[in-house]
């Protein structure tokens, strides 16, 4: 019961993070120990459970794919997605520096517990490590295109959305914004929760379908990887963190905005400024202008010290 009970926690806390923009779910899979075990039952799906169901029928099938943690993990992972539709983004609108803040902490505190995993750092790690941060601060830079409701691009944002949702630091949900698919995707799965039979199914089902094979495909990449070279996938993955952190700086100066599928205006694109600018700010959009300097270093060492205490009382696997 109380591994259940964990595995359900973890599954919510990934849920969570795909929801919002520049929280990577792989992050925070990769913070409760669980990432390696997940690509592992990813890829356990393959045609040689064909032969293990002749061989050894269902129940065979059921432990070569880690059936019981794949089923608790995806229950919290659903539960974890519907609370951040309805809480968490609610929550952004309205409080946004100190919600950033911590998830600044959570990030920060990660990166040197997966960077100590490395055996050993040579040229190559090093290189890794700047390539995965340079990649990923650019993405956080980028400006987001416009996104279409056409099936075929639908199909492929799913395939793209999953496949950062697997990377810890690149988030889904941030890659969805930057295709300009955010918009679209978010508020059809809403729509859908409320109207199943709604006209939002076929994207739901299509979106679905691209994420099916985005996860297949890209979990097998990552699973060769982390076989083969253990040490460079790892440097990658730390690289990817760091560089996600000017995604999730707290303070950001608001430089456009943009109407929502529901007539909202919401944040378009924005930067990171120090505090002390953040405070000069004549106005700001949806963040305003006050630091809350202290509330928000309270924040960032709460999410630290969790992450420690999450490091020393979870399993490695």
Same mark, same amino acid.
């Given at each position: 019961?109380?591994?259940?009970?964990?595995?359900?926690?973890?599954?919510?806390?990934?849920?969570?993070?795909?929801?919002?923009?520049?929280?990577?779910?792989?992050? !925070?899979?990769? /913070?409760? =120990?669980?990432?390696?075990?997940?690509?592992?039952? #990813?890829?356990? +799906?393959?045609?040689? *459970? $064909?032969?293990?169901?002749?061989?050894?029928?269902?129940?065979?099938?059921?432990?070569?794919?880690?059936?019981?943690?794949?089923?608790?993990?995806?229950?919290?992972?659903?539960?974890?997605?519907?609370?951040? !539709?309805?809480? /968490?983004? =609610?929550?952004?609108?309205?409080?946004?520096?100190? #919600?950033?803040? +911590?998830?600044?902490? *959570? $990030?920060?505190?990660?990166?040197?517990?997966?960077?100590?995993?490395?055996?050993?750092?040579?040229?190559?790690?090093?290189?890794?490590?700047?390539?995965?941060?340079?990649?990923?601060?650019?993405?956080?830079?980028?400006?987001?295109?416009? =996104?279409?409701?056409?099936?075929?691009?639908?199909?492929?944002?799913?395939?793209?959305?999953?496949?950062?949702?697997?990377?810890?630091?690149?988030?889904?949900?941030?890659?969805?914004?930057?295709?300009?698919?955010?918009?679209?995707?978010?508020?059809?799965?809403?729509?859908?929760?409320?109207?199943?039979?709604?006209?939002?199914?076929?994207?739901?089902?299509?979106?679905?379908?691209?994420?099916?094979?985005?996860?297949?495909?890209?979990?097998?990449?990552?699973?060769?990887?982390?076989?083969?070279?253990?040490?460079?996938?790892?440097?990658?993955?730390?690289?990817?963190?760091?560089?996600?952190?000017?995604?999730?700086?707290?303070?950001?100066?608001?430089?456009?905005?943009?109407?929502?599928?529901?007539?909202?205006?919401?944040?378009?694109?924005?930067?990171?400024?120090?505090?002390?600018?953040?405070?000069?700010?004549?106005?700001?959009?949806?963040?305003?202008?006050?630091?809350?300097?202290?509330?928000?270093?309270?924040?960032?060492?709460?999410?630290?010290?969790?992450?420690?205490?999450?490091?020393?009382?979870?399993?490695?696997?």
């Amino acid at each position: 019961m109380k591994e259940t009970i964990q595995l359900i926690l973890k599954g919510m806390s990934m849920g969570v993070a795909e929801v919002i923009p520049g929280v990577s779910g792989g992050t !925070l899979a990769f /913070i409760t =120990g669980i990432y390696e075990r997940l690509l592992s039952c #990813i890829n356990a +799906f393959n045609p040689s *459970l $064909i032969v293990t169901y002749k061989k050894e029928g269902f129940k065979g099938v059921w432990t070569q794919v880690d059936g019981f943690f794949l089923i608790k993990l995806l229950l919290g992972m659903v539960i974890g997605f519907l609370i951040g !539709l309805k809480i /968490i983004v =609610g929550l952004l609108a309205s409080h946004p520096v100190h #919600i950033w803040s +911590f998830f600044f902490g *959570l $990030i920060i505190a990660s990166a040197p517990l997966i960077a100590r995993q490395v055996n050993k750092w040579r040229w190559l790690e090093v290189f890794c490590l700047l390539v995965g941060f340079v990649l990923v601060y650019w993405i956080t830079i980028a400006a987001p295109s416009q =996104g279409s409701d056409h099936l075929v691009i639908v199909f492929f944002s799913g395939i793209l959305g999953v496949s950062a949702l697997l990377l810890p630091g690149l988030s889904g949900s941030f890659v969805l914004l930057l295709l300009g698919m955010y918009t679209i995707i978010m508020p059809a799965i809403q729509r859908f929760t409320q109207h199943p039979f709604g006209p939002e199914l076929w994207i739901v089902l299509i979106f679905g379908l691209g994420m099916i094979v985005g996860l297949f495909t890209f979990s097998k990449v990552l699973g060769y990887t982390f076989k083969k070279y253990p040490n460079p996938t790892l440097a990658l993955l730390t690289g990817f963190l760091l560089g996600s952190l000017n995604k999730v700086w707290p303070w950001q100066q608001v430089l456009s905005m943009r109407i929502n599928s529901k007539g909202e205006e919401v944040i378009q694109f924005s930067q990171s400024v120090l505090p002390q600018t953040f405070d000069n700010l004549s106005s700001n959009p949806i963040y305003g202008t006050n630091p809350y300097l202290f509330e928000s270093m309270g924040l960032m060492v709460l999410a630290v010290v969790l992450i420690f205490i999450l490091d020393k009382f979870s399993p490695s696997s």
